[in-house]
């Protein structure tokens, strides 16, 4: 592996790891008022756009981590309509 | 600007911009309660490395979005930091 994608590695596994404990905290505590709908979409449709972008740049730490953030994201995009019924 | 590059600058303000609101709320509201200072200093790091990376990867959308979230998340870990003392 490259020194680019070291860097990268770094890069992905850190904003992933990051992002992670508040898709738990929503999962546990159900609590999505402090989240919105709108912004969701945007950092859902945004990361979806990375992971493409990723593909096109070659870039396998862009894509391994806008995979994962992608998931993450529906999650919460998801949490939110869910819980917001209630 | 190629195509690749109009999926790049979609993508930079799609995240970009789901990202201020946050920044925005917590220099309003100074509760910083619900952030967390590991997950605050794991997300600088990882998004000043995205920075370096889209230097190297000559990514104009990937050096453009970071460079305002790195901006962004060091206002959020300033905002933990001086608000938490209180």
Redesign the interface.
Known sequence: MD??EI??F??????T???L??VYKTWKTKDVS?L?LP??L??F???F??L??GF??E?P?MVSANAITVVSAFFLLYFKIKYSKK
């Open positions: 020194f680019t860097i990268g770094s890069a992905a596994i850190l904003t790891a990051a992002f404990p508040q402090g919105s912004m969701l945007m950092f449709i945004g990361v756009l990375w493409v972008y096109y740049k870039s730490s």
